[in-house]
């Protein structure tokens, strides 16, 4: 047993449609010191031969099929429930490892005072920082992204009010979104996993919120490094339109859980008032397809949320 803490982890990656990007990510995985018998591949439901696929390319994993696609966060949970583990690391299909050892500093994070969830530093295809660092939503830091404010506050802010932190140090922060997202066994269970009140989008702000509330801390390590290409599944079928929709649907519900009545009133509120500020921009400046973008994003926000379903 190596003293990394990786023969104790279980990695859970989803699958729905996109077995090479699923093969990749998780060969990734293995060559960072991941046991393959440590790495569940769930298949959400896919209708294009994926599992038998991905059981030939990846024999020595765990693989489970779904007969329907039952959303990010009920999946996650599934797969999180084939494994005893120490640590549960959850990587997005379309994330990959960039630098040596990014799996075994996650885990390590973990072993701070305190810390319930860690998540590593983001590039994109060409190496520049994605910022995934980001702010909780309250009606302070919905101001602060409605009016723009976002850009001008000093870096020793960032992290807390709005995304444009620079990413370069390790250290405490409020959420961050989840491509590659580790949590601690206790905290996972305490948790409950993921919330399944949406179909995706959200389930990892919502999952440092809570951790938050129970008195965890959140961790970003910047000596792990993941290459994330972005939404890769909803992109089979959502337009940009529609994927903001979506996130502002599943960012409502959040905000509305976790704000209660008026706070989460407000929140939306103001956010709103942003989008509907930036439609009006987008459309006199004849950027058509911003100012859809920014509606929907309205649309997303009023819309009353569907019921939640039932935990499989």
Not at 137 to 148: C, D, F, H, L, Q
């Given at each position: 047993m190596n003293g990394n803490g990786l023969e104790t982890t279980c990695c859970v990656v989803l699958n729905w449609n996109l077995p090479d990007l699923t093969v990749r990510c998780v060969?990734?995985?293995?060559?960072?010191?991941?046991?393959?018998?440590?790495?569940?591949?769930?298949?959400?439901?896919?209708?294009?031969?994926?599992?038998?696929?991905?059981e030939r390319e990846l024999p020595d994993c765990r693989h489970l099929r779904l007969p329907t696609n039952i959303g990010f966060a009920r999946a996650s949970n599934v797969g999180a429930r084939e494994l005893e583990a120490d640590t549960y690391v959850f990587v997005n299909n379309d994330a990959f490892v960039a630098s040596a050892g990014s799996v075994a500093r996650l885990v390590e994070a973990l072993a701070r005072p305190g810390v319930g969830v860690a998540v590593p530093r983001l590039v994109n295809?060409?190496?520049?920082?994605?910022?995934?660092v980001v702010p909780?939503?309250?009606?302070?830091?919905?101001?602060?992204?409605?009016?723009?404010l976002s850009r001008f506050l000093p870096d020793s802010l960032q992290p807390r009010f709005s995304t444009h932190w620079n990413h370069e140090s390790s250290r405490y922060i409020d959420a961050a979104n989840g491509a590659v997202l580790a949590v601690g066994r206790d905290t996972?269970?305490?948790?409950?996993?993921y919330?399944?009140?949406?179909?995706?989008?959200?389930?990892?702000?919502?999952l440092c919120w809570r951790a938050r509330k129970l008195g965890r801390k959140i961790w970003f390590e910047r000596g792990s490094e993941f290459m994330h290409l972005g939404n890769a599944s909803g992109s089979i079928?959502?337009?940009?339109?529609?994927?903001?929709?979506?996130v502002s649907l599943s960012d409502g519900q959040m905000i509305r859980s976790e704000l209660g009545p008026v706070r989460g009133r407000a929140t939306i509120g103001i956010l709103c008032l942003g989008l509907l500020v930036r439609t009006a921009v987008?459309?006199?400046?004849?950027?058509?397809?911003?100012a859809r973008w920014a509606l929907a994003g309205v649309r997303g926000y009023l819309k009353r949320p569907p019921a939640t379903p039932a935990r499989s």
């Open positions: 060969q990734a995985l293995v060559a960072d010191g991941v046991p393959a018998n440590r790495i569940v591949v769930v298949d959400n439901g896919s209708t294009d031969g994926s599992p038998e696929l991905l295809e060409d190496g520049t920082l994605q910022r995934n909780l939503s309250t009606p302070v830091t919905a101001v602060i992204r409605a009016t723009g996972w269970r305490a948790l409950g996993g919330v399944e009140r949406a179909w995706m989008y959200s389930e990892d702000l919502d079928v959502y337009t940009d339109v529609m994927r903001a929709e979506l987008f459309a006199a400046t004849g950027q058509r397809a911003g």
